[in-house]
């Protein structure tokens, strides 16, 4: 009988899984907690200035994408035949790593973390949030995992910047687009070994997107420019804070060369 638990429990699940509409009241709410929830998280870790608050908070959001994350694979490992799983349900995809870098940032607070993960999270989360790669509707399972994992992402990283204020350099840009490629080409041989399609490296997703609008392998180099382009973008609310630093640090050079020419005798 205990043996039969995730049959059991994966047959009721599918039989309320519905078809996804796009921009429904489910689908709405999530993109409006994403922006406002940690808005006021962010804004409790600031007021109360306490250590005690900054790790409850960071590690139940930590703690929440662990949790999530193994229901999604354990819910699909025992759903799915062994073939399809692994060629469409390992957690592979940019936003599968990003929710591990997530977790480790809520955990550990590496701002090299941040760095990276704040170009993958908010340039490709949220495109996931608002043009989901999804046939199912709430509430399934599928449904409910990949919106806590994908708004988890988006979460955690502005948390991390409003409430802990960490920032992102032009550097951190140009790192986390160059171990992004160098990811996508390695994914290339697993998916060719698996015959799979992580990152939709080898076809379009199918769900609906505006983004892949080329042929196969087209879109891909259509991406690649967009994909810099979206992260410039997402880079340009750092970029008065990263000039007015420089400017500083080129202020107090001068100073002490001064300095060092009043010095000189």
Known sequence: MANDLPTVVAKTADAVESTFVYMDAPHIFC?????????LLASWIRRSDSERVRK???WTIGSLMVANELLDQVYHISTLDRHT?????????????????????????KHRVFEVV??????????SILTPDLTVGFPSVTW?????????????????CWGLKM??????????????????????????AL???YMFLCEIPAGESPFFFAPWPWYILVLEPFAFLLFCVVYLPFLPGELKLRRERQAELQECLADEDGRTP
């Open 85 to 109: 799983y692994l060629t469409t349900w390992l957690p592979l995809h940019l936003c599968d790593i990003s929710v591990i870098l997530v977790i480790v940032l809520m955990f550990w607070r």
């Open 56 to 58: 409850g908070i960071l």
């Open 195 to 197: 015959g799979a399609n």
């Open 118 to 127: 704040y170009f993958w999270g908010v340039a490709g989360a949220s495109q």
């Open 31 to 39: 993109i409006v907690l994403t922006v406002t929830l940690p808005l």
């Open 144 to 160: 409910l995992c990949y919106f806590i994992a994908h708004c988890g992402i988006i979460i955690g990283i502005l948390v991390s």
């Open 167 to 192: 920032r992102v350099t032009f550097s951190s840009l140009l790192r986390s687009f160059l171990i992004a490629n160098i990811y996508a080409v390695g994914l290339i041989f697993v998916n060719l």
